[in-house]
């Protein structure tokens, strides 16, 4: 129930049926989440496959029936019961009728907390929270492995297509400073220059006393760029979607997002106190027969989408998703954190790639932390969307203005890619020029489209981690990802390409990726065979 599985329908209705009153509980707690989606649910409903829940949704059903009797499933059995019948049938052998707290049985707006209950102490100390537990099961693989801890490395210096890490040069292949903006000596000057203006903050809201010339003059920029009337810059770009999605929609609206959306999306829509569901990957006609089943049912319905999904490096059919939102009277966001600057033939990401009308969107964020080489987040769209943010959203209005040096990066970044298109250019055939090598030396690069977002996929969390760690030691940077933060199955490392890489550095940086696959996994090709 929390790892999706690809495999069967469960064929045991032949089996003994589980206890009714569970299996009542079960059902509960399952409507209780999917809702519309769960009209008839059977012993042999599986709840991955047949109900199309997420992670997040999954995890939740988990744990309100954990609460319910005040018990915790194995890790193990969690990435296996799928069905109803399955799930109740854990709920007998693991967990038991004996404490079951029939006032915490889950309805569709939440759990009723019992009158006089003792309060469990792994609900208010962090070390004995299941969620802290469950981190440190997983970080226990790099002691079982001998596998030095892969994150929070300390980068001595500026990370373009090279870095420093413990006094040694490697090429890196983890930092999305994809036009090589960070570090840019025109960048960096427009930043230096701007601290000894303005100093390092506005050291206040925006809408009482922080207006700083270069807020002003990076918004109308990036408005233009973009195609839109107005923008609106933050302080952050995970920020930047949570206030934005949680200010615009709440209870009685429905927010539908790709299944594979980023978290700030998600979070937002958690926030807002609207309905989440997500779509599949990609798929624009399953959105629309969701649409075409739920939107009388809901006042105002935002569809979330992004222009390029970073753990993938795919991403989706802009048009057919702007006719749905069209029919259905939605709207539609889309998140560029990982499309401005690299998709388009001057990098003004996905709208200008597909040759659309920027104003059939209605929200277009990004972030300026990555083509842009700063740190912040921006909403682009109508002169209304735009004002209504500035006076009333509060991570706009309650929050520090994005500082000085930051705007001022942002804003450099913007002039030069302005004025040096090429290096969208040189940045898509680096992009190209990997997943071509990648592919033909048979590593699996999953549905990347030739962005600079490439995923090699391992298969497993532990594959995942000592080839990361074998390229660290040949003199290449580049970090896993590992379950829970993506399926088991589909564990990996990603790859960002930028403009400043050379194609000697992605030759060897493939070429050595195989290498160490051959020696980590050597039956891996037999799956993925090299292409000629």
């Known amino acids: 129930m929390i790892a999706a599985s690809t495999a069967r329908k469960s064929t045991a209705a032949a089996e003994k049926t589980p206890d009714p009153e569970i299996v009542d509980v079960v059902i509960d707690a399952v409507r209780a989440v999917a ?8 012993l042999d409903t599986n709840i991955v496959l047949d109900l199309g829940l997420d992670s997040l949704e999954r995890m939740q059903i988990a744990h309100s029936l954990e609460q319910t009797f005040d018990g915790r499933f194995p890790e193990h059995v969690l990435n296996e019961i799928e069905t109803v019948r399955e799930v109740a049938e854990a ?5 038991g009728k004996q404490r079951m707290r029939r006032d915490m049985v889950p309805t569709e707006t939440g759990l009723k907390t019992a009158d006089g209950q003792p309060i469990a102490e792994e609900n208010y100390r962090f070390e004995l929270l299941p969620e802290y537990r469950r981190l440190k099961r997983t970080m226990s693989q790099f002691e079982m492995t001998g596998v030095p801890n892969p994150y929070f490395t300390v980068h001595e210096g500026i990370v373009r297509d090279t870095t420093r890490i413990g006094g040694r040069e490697l090429i890196s292949f983890s930092s999305y400073n994809y036009l090589g903006m960070s570090g840019d000596p025109a960048v960096i000057a427009a930043v230096v220059d701007t601290v000894q203006r303005y100093g390092t903050s506005v050291s206040a809201s925006r809408l009482v006393s922080g207006e700083k010339p270069l807020h002003g003059q990076l918004e109308r920029e990036l408005a233009e760029w973009i195609g839109a009337e107005a923008a609106i810059v933050m302080v952050g770009g995970h920020a930047t979607n949570e206030t934005t999605i949680g200010h615009l929609v709440g209870p009685g609206d429905l927010i539908l997002h790709d299944a594979l959306a980023h978290n700030s999306i998600v979070q937002g829509a958690i926030l807002s106190g609207a309905r989440r569901r997500p779509f599949p990957h990609n798929d624009w006609q399953a959105l629309d027969e969701i649409l075409e089943e739920v939107r009388p049912s809901y006042r105002r319905i935002l569809i979330a989408i992004e222009g390029v999904y970073s753990m993938d490096g795919d991403y989706p ?9 069209e029919k259905h009277k939605a709207w539609l966001m889309v998140d560029e954190a990982h499309s401005i600057g690299t998709m388009g033939a001057t990098g003004r990401g996905i709208g200008e790639h597909f040759g659309i009308d920027p104003r059939q969107v209605d929200i277009w964020m990004g972030t300026l932390s990555k083509s842009f080489g700063s740190c912040g987040g921006y909403i682009a769209g109508s002169s209304a969307l735009v004002e209504l943010l500035k006076y009333t959203a509060p991570g706009f209005v309650f929050s520090v203005g994005l500082s000085p040096p930051n705007a001022a990066a942002a804003l450099a970044s913007l002039r030069t890619l302005r004025e040096h298109p090429e290096r969208v250019q040189t940045l898509r055939a680096r992009s190209q020029l990997f997943l071509d090598e990648a592919q033909a030396q048979g590593l699996d690069t999953g549905q990347s489209g030739g962005t600079p977002v490439i995923p090699v996929i391992t298969g497993n969390s532990l594959h995942a981690l000592l080839l990361s760690r074998r390229l660290f030691d040949r003199g290449i940077n580049v970090q896993p990802i590992l379950y829970p933060a993506v399926e088991e199955s589909a564990a990996r490392l990603r790859f960002f390409v930028t403009c400043t890489h050379t194609e000697q ?3 060897f940086a493939v070429e050595q990726t195989a290498a160490a696959l051959r020696e980590i996994h050597p039956d891996y090709f037999a799956a993925n065979p090299a292409k000629s």
């Open 505 to 507: 550095q992605i030759r």
């Open 317 to 325: 059919e802009l048009p057919k998703f702007i006719e749905v939102k």
């Open 35 to 42: 809702q519309e989606r769960a009209k008839q649910l059977e």
């Open 91 to 95: 709920i007998e052998k693991y967990l």
